[in-house]
């Protein structure tokens, strides 16, 4: 596992961006897997400017994201889907039909879970898959439990998860209490791991997912067995650690 202890956000955001971005360039036909949430939207913003001034080319990239809200329409603005097309997928000259995320509409979502993952099969699998870190360990919507999940998979959210995410919604209420997330097992297939972390509220949930024993009651502590992580976190996020 390579740590990469950065500044603060921008500096975060920057790095692996260009860890991202060096993908891109040696290898142009990556699928990538992404993540949604506050800590990726600075590396977004980054690979969209480096796009922009032609040094990264998405013409041949693929996508796949870890996870959507059951129920939310892709207009929605709390959807992930409209998250990614703000984000990213509208600055950079990705292809319409290479970008997949699940449909949390589907009107059968164990068909959808079994479809998505037929989908990343496809694909050859994922590249480089880009995590965020939940406060309680959760890795797309896996959360904390007495058994790492495999598939992918309809999730019913913490409550935790809820409030965490309330801060996007009007209401708590209106924070939807199941997602369809990639499982443990995909993610752990993907051939290397991205994990983006910031801030102090996240150092001691990265520091028992690096360092405490590896355990489903914290999902992100399975990325010890991964032959080939990256962290690059800023130094709050590592300040248990380092
Ligand atoms: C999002 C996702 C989640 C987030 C995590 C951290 O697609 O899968 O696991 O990465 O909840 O969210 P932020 O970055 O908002 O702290």
Redesign the pocket.
């Known amino acids: 596992m390579k740590i990469f202890k950065t500044r603060d956000y921008n500096d975060m955001s920057r790095t692996a961006a260009n860890i991202v971005s060096a993908q891109v360039i040696l290898f142009p036909k990556s699928v990538l897997g ?7 939207i600075g590396m977004y913003n980054q690979l969209a400017k480096k796009c922009d001034q032609g040094d990264v080319d998405f013409c041949a990239i693929k996508t796949v ?3 959507e809200y059951v129920g939310l329409a892709r207009e929605h603005e709390q959807s ?1 889907y409209y998250f990614m097309w703000t984000h990213l997928f509208n600055k950079i000259n990705i292809k319409r039909e290479n970008v997949f995320l699940p449909n949390g509409q589907a009107n059968d979502l164990e068909k959808e879970c079994s479809d998505y993952e037929a989908i990343i099969e496809r694909m050859g699998g994922i590249d480089l898959q880009v ?5 309680n360990g ?5 959360e904390p439990s007495s058994a790492f999940t495999k598939n992918t998979h309809v999730v019913n959210l913490t409550e935790s ?1 809820i409030s ?2 309330s801060r996007f919604f009007d209401k708590k209420e209106d924070v939807p209490k199941r997602a369809v ?1 990639m499982g443990i097992g995909t993610i752990m297939q993907a051939r290397r791991i991205l994990l ?1 972390c ?1 801030g102090k509220q ?1 150092s001691e949930i990265l520091y028992q997912s690096l360092y405490a024993d590896i355990d489903p009651i914290i999902p992100a502590s399975i990325l010890q067995l991964h032959p080939n992580v990256t962290v690059v976190a800023d130094q709050d996020a590592l300040s248990a650690i380092v």
């Open positions: 992404l993540a949604t949430g506050d800590t990726p994201n870890l996870d992930y995590l965020g870190i939940g406060c959760h890795i797309g919507f896996n998860t965490a995410n997330s983006l910031s996240k």
